[in-house]
């Protein structure tokens, strides 16, 4: 089988031909803590985290940077 | 659970041996790190996320492989596409905090003087200086790491995300400084107001 049809698979269908049987949706253990406060958290996008990466790079790494 | 009758050669049990290795310490560890990402920053941790997506997307191809196919050095590949996408969620992770804190910093730092008009308690000078080039010096140390070994390079994140923490914590707040100022302000205005009248009377 090619990559490209597993690709294409419908969940469903991978499931039957893993002979898989999905139990009960479990949270895993140990991260309650991250994920009870998690929708205090903002979404940086990619374009914020490529200007504050370039801004580091210029402010502390380059041959300019006074530190 | 995975229903198969059939017997699993010692080949393919060598590459469950291996998932179950993957599974148990670079994904222990990419989980810990998403976690700790977003509650250091604040911030979803979209990139950890989509590699650990695209680790289950290649847990899932290479079980197809291994049990549907037959074909062990697909599946082979394919585990170690998943151990790739582990280990970039990690370092990527761990990268992440780092900068976080250092552009923390780079806002938070004021120049000196107002340090010393506000007898705000900062650190010197010298100290703020060691510790940021210390703290370069660990993470251009784990970017080095980072394509040679996993460990050591989250390893030298951490101790230059402890090193930029505690330097951010001892920096005063912005606002501190500003009421610090405004009080002083108003203090003198006061005690010009108060000798002014003193003189008038």
């Known amino acids: ?67 | 659970m995975v229903k198969s009758d059939n017997i699993i050669s010692p080949k393919k049990e060598e590459i469950i041996k291996s998932i179950l290795e993957v599974l148990k310490e670079p994904y222990q560890y990419a989980r810990d790190m998403h976690i700790h990402n977003e509650i250091a920053t604040f911030k979803r941790d979209w990139v950890g996320m989509y590699n650990l997506r695209d680790a289950f997307d290649q847990l899932r191809k290479l079980l197809i492989h291994l049990f549907e196919d037959d074909d062990n050095s697909k599946a082979n590949r394919e585990l170690a596409e998943m151990e790739a996408h582990l280990y970039r969620a990690i370092l990527e992770g761990a990268q992440n905090v780092t900068e976080v804190y250092l552009d923390r910093i780079d806002k938070k730092l004021k120049p000196r003087i107002l340090y010393r008009l506000s007898f705000v308690d900062a650190p010197s000078e010298t100290e703020i200086t060691t510790a940021i080039s210390s703290a370069k010096e660990k993470i251009e140390h784990g970017r080095n790491y980072k394509p040679k070994n996993w460990k050591e390079a989250a390893k030298s994140f951490k101790e230059a995300e402890d090193i930029l923490k505690s330097l951010e914590q001892r920096l005063p707040s912005s606002n501190e400084i500003r009421y610090r100022l405004v009080i002083l302000g108003c203090t003198i205005i006061a005690l010009l107001i108060g000798t002014g009248i003193g003189h008038f009377f």
């Open chain 1, 1 to 67: 089988m090619a990559v490209h049809q597993m690709d294409e698979m419908d969940i469903h269908e991978i499931e039957e031909r893993l002979k898989i049987e999905v139990g009960e949706v479990r949270q895993p253990l140990g991260s309650a803590g991250g994920y009870l406060i998690s929708p205090t958290y903002g979404v940086e996008n990619e374009k914020e985290r490529e200007e504050r990466k370039k801004r580091i790079e210029r402010r502390f790494f380059s041959e300019k940077s006074r530190w």
